[in-house]
C-alpha cells in the first residue's frame, strides 16, 4: 500500500506547470548572460541616439550612455574580455576557499561530522538536529542533498516515523535555509564579489566583505532550526500520517574507531588554529589586526577571510584524513582539490559571460541611469525601509521560481537594485540579506532548483506516485514559515539598525535624488 498524500489544489497545480514551463524554456544561465551582454550594447545604442539621462545626485553631474557600438566600443569589448573574466571578483574567491572544502569533503570529515551530529541526537531532539545539520551542511551544499537528505530519510524509517517527513525536514534545512549557518560557507565571498561589483557603479571604493551578512546569519541559524522543527512535527509528520510503504528500515552504522580519531583530530586542529587567530586578533598590537589603524574590521584578517577559509578546511580535513587513514599521501589531498575543481567546469563558463554583462553594464553607465530614475521613483512612493525590503525579499522568492541559481539570478539583479538602493540609503549588505531570504524560502518548492528532481528521487522510494506536486505540497509549509521568520527577523534588525555582520552596516548615506 502507497503512502498517502494529499493532492495538490488544481489551481495551484496550475500556477505551478506555468512556473515549470517558464523555467524549462529559459535558456542555460550562461547562454541568458551572452544574450544580456549582447543586449546591453544594443540597448547603450538605442539609449545615446534617445539620448536619455540622469543627473548624479550630489554632483549635479549629467550621466549619459556610452554606445558601444562604436569603434571605440568595439575596441574596449575586444581589449577588455580576458580582464573582465580575470579581475571578475567572484572568481578567485569562489575557486580558492572550495579549494579548502574539496579537501574536507574528500577526506570524509564533512560527512562523517553530519553522520555523527545526527546519529548523537537524543529522540526529543531529532527533527531539530536534522534541520539544524541541514542549514550546517550547507557550507559544502552537495554533502547535504546527497548524505543527509537520504540519510534522514533512513533514521526517521529506523526509529518508527515516516521518512518523507525526515527526508523533509533535512531539504528544508539544506535548500531552504541556505542562507543561514554558523559558518562561512563558499556562497559568501561569491555574493560578497557580486555586491562588491555592482556597488561600485556609484561608490568605486566600496568593499563588501564575505562576512558581510554573518551576524544575521548566524542569529537565523537557530530561528530556521526551530521553525524547520515546528513544521515538521506540526504540519507535515501530521499530514503524511503512519507509513505504510514497503521499503524496511536499514541499520544505521555508528561511526568507527578510525572515524572517531580522526574526528579528534580535525578539532585539535581547529582548536590550535583558533587559539592563532585569536593570539593575532586580541591584543592591541596583534600581527593580524590592521597595522595602520590597529582596528580588525579592516585587518588582514578580515580581509583574507576567504584564505581563512581555505586553511582551515584544509588542515582539518588532513588531519581528518591521517588519523582516519581516508588520505594515503599528498597525491590524495591533491586529488580532493582537483575534484573540488572539476565541478566548476559550468561555473566557469558563466562566469566568463557574467563577466562581460557586468563590465558591459558598468562601462555604458545604463546601471547608473537606471539607478537614479529607480531610486527616484522608489523615493517618491515613500515606503519605508521595512515595506521596501518586504517587496524586495518577495520579489526575489519569485523570481526564484523560474531560475534557481543563487549567483546566476545575484548577478543580474545587483547591478540593479544594489545601486539603486545605495541612493536611498540602504548599504549593499542589507539588499544583499534581503535577496538571500527571498532566494533561500523558495529554493524548497523550485522545480528550476538543481537537485530538485534528485529529491523527487529519494521522495519515489518511498512514494512511488510522488512527483513535482508531492515534494511542492509537503515542502510548501516550510517556504511560509520561513519567508515570515525572516521577514519579522529582518524587521527587528531595521528598527534597531544592527550591523548584518563585521564592518557591515544597515544603512549608509543617503543621496537626494530625482530632477
Not at 19 to 38: D, K
Not at 126 to 152: C, D, K, M, Q
Amino acid at each position: 500500500m502507497e503512502t498517502p498524500t494529499a493532492p495538490p489544489q488544481k489551481g495551484f497545480a496550475r500556477f505551478l506547470g506555468v512556473i515549470e514551463r517558464v523555467g524549462n524554456a529559459l535558456p542555460h544561465p550562461a547562454t541568458l548572460f551572452a544574450l544580456f551582454a549582447g543586449l546591453v550594447i544594443v540597448f547603450s545604442w538605442v539609449f545615446s541616439l534617445l539620448d536619455i539621462e540622469a543627473v548624479m545626485p550630489r554632483t549635479g553631474e549629467v550621466i549619459r550612455p556610452v554606445n558601444l557600438v562604436s569603434t571605440e566600443g568595439l575596441h574596449l569589448i575586444l581589449t577588455e574580455m580576458i580582464d573582465n573574466f580575470t579581475g571578475f571578483a567572484p572568481l578567485g574567491t569562489v575557486l580558492v576557499a572550495l579549494l579548502g572544502i574539496g579537501v574536507a569533503e574528500r577526506s570524509g570529515l564533512i560527512g562523517t561530522s553530519i553522520r555523527l551530529l545526527v546519529l548523537s541526537a537524543p529522540p526529543r531532539l531529532l527533527t531539530f538536529v536534522i534541520v539544524f545539520a541541514g542549514i550546517l551542511s550547507n557550507t559544502a551544499s552537495e554533502v547535504g542533498y546527497v548524505l543527509l537528505v537520504p540519510l534522514s530519510a533512513i533514521i526517521f524509517l529506523a526509529v518508527g516515523r515516516h521518512p518523507i517527513a525526515g527526508l523533509a525536514a533535512a531539504f528544508a534545512g539544506v535548500s531552504g535555509g541556505y542562507s543561514a549557518n554558523l559558518l562561512l560557507g563558499t556562497i559568501d565571498p561569491l555574493l560578497a564579489g557580486l555586491s562588491e561589483e555592482a556597488a561600485r557603479i556609484i561608490d568605486p571604493t566600496y568593499l563588501v566583505n564575505p562576512a558581510a551578512n554573518y551576524y544575521f546569519m548566524f542569529v537565523s541559524t537557530f530561528f530556521i532550526a526551530a521553525a524547520g522543527t515546528w513544521v515538521t512535527e506540526k504540519i507535515v509528520e501530521p499530514r503524511l500520517g503512519a507509513f505504510k510503504g514497503e521499503v524496511e528500515a536499514e541499520e544505521i552504522h555508528d561511526l568507527t574507531a578510525d572515524e572517531r580519531r580522526g574526528l579528534w583530530w580535525a578539532l585539535a586542529s581547529i582548536i590550535a588554529l583558533t587559539a592563532l587567530a585569536l593570539w593575532g586578533l586580541i591584543p592591541e598590537g596583534g600581527f593580524l589586526r590592521d597595522p595602520e589603524t590597529g582596528g580588525v574590521l579592516r585587518s588582514p584578517f578580515m580581509q583574507g577571510i576567504v584564505a581563512v577559509i581555505f586553511i582551515s578546511a584544509s588542515v582539518a580535513g588532513i588531519a581528518y584524513g591521517l588519523a582516519a587513514k581516508t588520505l594515503k599521501s599528498d597525491a590524495d589531498v591533491m586529488k580532493g582539490m582537483g575534484d573540488a575543481m572539476s565541478t566548476l567546469g559550468i561555473y566557469m563558463v558563466l562566469v566568463f559571460f557574467a563577466a562581460q554583462f557586468v563590465a558591459y553594464f558598468k562601462w555604458t553607465n545604463l546601471g547608473l541611469i537606471f539607478a537614479i530614475n529607480g531610486a527616484a521613483g522608489l523615493q517618491a512612493l515613500n515606503l519605508g525601509p521595512i515595506p521596501l525590503m518586504m517587496l524586495f525579499i518577495l520579489l526575489s522568492a519569485v523570481i526564484n521560481l523560474a531560475m534557481g541559481s543563487a549567483s546566476a539570478k545575484w548577478a543580474i539583479m545587483a547591478p540593479v537594485f544594489i545601486p539603486m538602493f545605495m541612493l536611498l540609503g540602504y548599504s549593499p549588505e542589507l539588499v544583499q540579506t534581503a535577496y538571500r531570504i527571498g532566494d533561500s524560502t523558495t529554493n524548497i518548492i523550485s522545480p528550476m532548483m538543481s537537485y530538485f528532481a534528485l529529491i523527487i528521487a529519494f521522495v519515489e522510494r518511498y512514494d512511488k506516485k510522488a512527483g513535482i506536486g508531492t515534494v511542492v505540497a509537503t515542502m510548501l509549509p516550510y517556504t511560509f514559515v520561513f519567508l515570515v521568520i525572516w521577514m519579522i527577523l529582518l524587521a527587528v534588525w531595521l528598527v534597531f539598525g544592527l550591523p548584518l555582520g563585521p564592518g557591515a552596516p544597515m544603512f549608509i548615506e543617503a543621496a537626494p535624488v530625482g530632477g
